[in-house]
């Protein structure tokens, strides 16, 4: 039972234009929602998060957009860079506890091309 | 900047062996984990400690088994490694907190190969 989404494996996209990156979930438990970003040969490293009391949440080139209705988030890179060519993550949580896992999805490849 | 450094960067085993992969943080944080990453599946948790001597199962803890006695470091054990657990393991930390439990600082990674 996949509870994180991620439909597209890989994203072609050209320098300069928009990145739009998609993620879908089932568990309407969750409400904490985070990219993470993984280059070849080194571990993921945390880009954005978002609480579900938002619907966006920005950082630079960097925006995430969550629609709590339709349980999809989105992340936007505007404009996109060679350097940003890595697999993205998407992982949500459930709760503020002590303690709290993260789910993740299969993760997409973006590709971004000069 | 958070370190997380795992042991190995490659590690070849034989069916059988039991392994030990190492993971240590810098930053006094409580909570540690060790996720799998394999082609098309995305990361997996497999356990995971919120303080020393504590432990809890993940996703996919069949086959595994942890021990954290010091709150720097968190050792994942592969009791007697198959070829089913040929993948990339990946130890993270975080700070416990409602802001910062989910964001994970995770270590490079260990490429281990079951022969």
């Known amino acids: 039972d996949q509870q994180v989404k991620q439909n597209s494996p890989s994203l072609s996209v050209q320098e300069g234009r928009i990145s739009i990156l998609n993620c879908d979930y089932t568990?309407?438990?969750?409400?904490?929602f985070l990219w993470y970003k993984k280059y070849p040969a080194e571990g993921p490293t945390f880009l954005i998060s978002i609480s579900s009391i938002k619907d966006k949440n920005e950082d630079g080139r960097f925006t995430v957009f969550l629609n709590k209705s339709a349980k999809h988030l989105s992340l936007h890179i505007v404009p996109s860079q060679p350097g940003d060519s890595a697999v993205y993550f998407c992982?949500?949580?459930?709760?503020?506890?002590?303690?709290?896992?993260?789910?993740f999805g299969k993760g997409t490849m973006l590709l971004v091309s000069p | 900047d958070v370190k997380v450094t795992q042991s190995s960067r490659y590690l070849v085993k034989r069916t059988g062996e039991k392994v030990f992969l190492e993971c240590v943080q810098d930053?006094?944080?409580?909570?540690m984990f060790w996720y799998r990453q394999d082609p098309g599946l995305g990361l997996r948790l497999i356990y995971f400690s919120y303080d020393v001597k504590m432990k809890e199962k993940g996703d996919i803890p069949e086959g595994y088994s942890v021990s954290r006695e010091k709150k720097e470091r968190f050792s994942l054990i592969l009791e007697s490694a198959s070829t089913n657990q040929t993948s990339m393991y990946l130890c993270?930390?975080?700070?416990?907190?409602?802001?910062?439990?989910?964001?994970?600082?995770f270590g490079s990674g260990t490429q281990l190969s079951v022969l």
């Open positions: 993270a930390s975080s700070l416990r907190g409602p802001a910062t439990n989910e964001k994970l600082f």
């Open positions: 930053m006094d944080h409580e909570n």
């Open positions: 992982a949500a949580s459930v709760g503020n506890s002590g303690y709290s896992t993260l789910t």
């Open positions: 568990n309407s438990m969750f409400d904490y």
